[in-house]
């Protein structure tokens, strides 16, 4: 007779199935209630067409589903792609770009782990007038992006959906290996805070933007009189691209959209609005 072995607990990353009864509970029934619903869509933004999550969200809903301390974030690798300078007379702008891989590891509230997923992802930061603040930008973005592609692992809860089009319904429905049964009857323990609009993160101000008073011109253009002036939105969207380009402060280029998205809805052309 031959004889069979079954895996050894620590290689399954569901959780307990029909054949694995001694294996200890790794999702609660509250957490799998979590994980199973849509999206909010308070929590999805729009960037120049494109349905994505902020990184900070990302964060606040591992500690919403895990806990404090039921996950760790750890950046295997974080490498230099690309240094740029582009002079304009005495000045420098600079373009940077990394690559950084991100492992994210759950862990039951005891401290077992669960799983891990790891994924990598580039990011830039485009003409900075600040080599320093150039470099920050882009690492933190390359991480910030890696991790949210690990995340999306999880499911509809950190973003798998927008994938489908942008949309926020559930695509999971159903997971063999945590059947309705396991998690539809515990109801949650007190109503869900239904969050505001997420806001994207602030930036720090480079060394030539200006932290207080009225947004101003990059470069002493007045971009935001020629988006005024400018005949549709399609044009509008082109003077951001330049005012950003310019090293325009973030307080600017949100009038310049805020323009652009007016003629866009004169125009019956949202999709071509301002970023």
Request: aromatic content about 6%; proline content about 7%.
């Amino acid at each position: 007779m031959v004889a069979t072995t079954e895996a050894l607990a620590s290689t399954m990353a569901e959780g307990p199935t029909s054949h694995t009864q001694n294996q200890a509970a790794r999702f609660s029934p509250y957490q799998l209630r979590m994980l199973h619903g849509g999206i909010h869509a308070n929590r999805v933004r729009m960037l120049r067409g494109m349905a994505h999550l902020e990184a900070w969200d990302v964060r606040r809903q591992l500690i919403r589903v895990f806990g404090f301390g039921g996950f760790s974030i750890d950046t295997v690798s974080l490498d230099l792609v690309s240094e740029r300078e582009t002079k304009n007379g005495e000045r420098s702008k600079w373009t940077i770009v990394y690559r950084a891989q991100v492992r994210l590891t759950l862990f039951t509230p005891d401290g077992r782990k669960i799983t891990h997923f790891e994924d990598a992802a580039a990011g830039d930061a485009i003409n900075q007038p600040s080599i320093g603040d150039a470099h920050d930008l882009a690492m933190k973005t390359a991480v910030s992006q890696a991790l949210k592609r690990c995340a999306v692992n999880l499911g509809d809860q950190f973003g798998l959906s927008l994938y489908n089009n942008g949309s926020s319904d559930p695509v999971v429905h159903f997971s063999a290996a945590h059947p309705p049964q396991e998690w539809k009857p515990v109801e949650p323990p007190a109503p869900e805070p239904e969050d505001p609009p997420v806001q994207p993160e602030p930036q720090a101000p480079t060394v030539e933007q200006e932290p207080l008073g009225e947004p101003t011109a990059a470069q002493g253009r007045d971009y935001l009189h020629e988006a005024h002036q400018a005949p549709d939105a399609a044009t509008v969207r082109r003077i951001w691209q330049a005012a950003r380009a310019d090293g325009a402060v973030d307080e600017y280029l949100a009038q310049i959209a805020e323009v652009g998205k007016g003629k866009a809805a004169q125009g019956g052309d949202a999709e071509r609005g301002a970023a």
